[in-house]
């Protein structure tokens, strides 16, 4: 019961951002197990880095995705220039194609993380995208795969371009 008691106040203190608590994982933390003393040390290391890099390039996707249906469906790049690389291919694809979307409504249903990979200095990022597109009378729901690279530039994670789009399934609904 004592030793549930400690995993609750760790884990609580590591939420809160402490840097003097921890608990046994992956042979980065120390634990001394007394009755009146908790002593935590947090060891800083290169994957604590990793975890805020993947937050910070996870967060640029979701920004991403959530400003897209607007973006497509008032042809305006704009709701997506904070997300994008100013002279990336992916905002040059994004400047034509917007413009020839203005008779479709697209609905961005969600978005799945397929893999990561750090390729130095850059992350390649597959992303399973499922949405519904609207042309006319027609709605067609798609899932597509692509990858994102995404880079950093001036201090910010950017997408800088999008590579192996494949359209996995489409159909009329």
Known sequence: MLRNFYKSYIHLCIERGATNCTRPIKN??????????????????NNNENLNLNSQVDTVIKEYWANYANASNKGDISYLQNFITPEGELHNELVNTLAQSSNKTTEVIGYTKDNMKDEG??????????????????????????????????????????ENKQVREEKQI
């Open 28 to 45: 980065n933390i120390t634990f001394f197990d007394e009755i009146y003393n908790i002593n935590i040390i947090i060891q800083k290391d």
């Open 121 to 162: 200095g850059k992350y390649r990022v597959g992303i399973i995208v499922q949405s519904n597109i609207k042309e006319g009378e027609i709605t067609k729901s798609r899932k597509e795969y692509m990858e994102f690279i995404v880079i950093q530039e001036n201090g910010q994670w950017l997408i800088d371009k999008v």
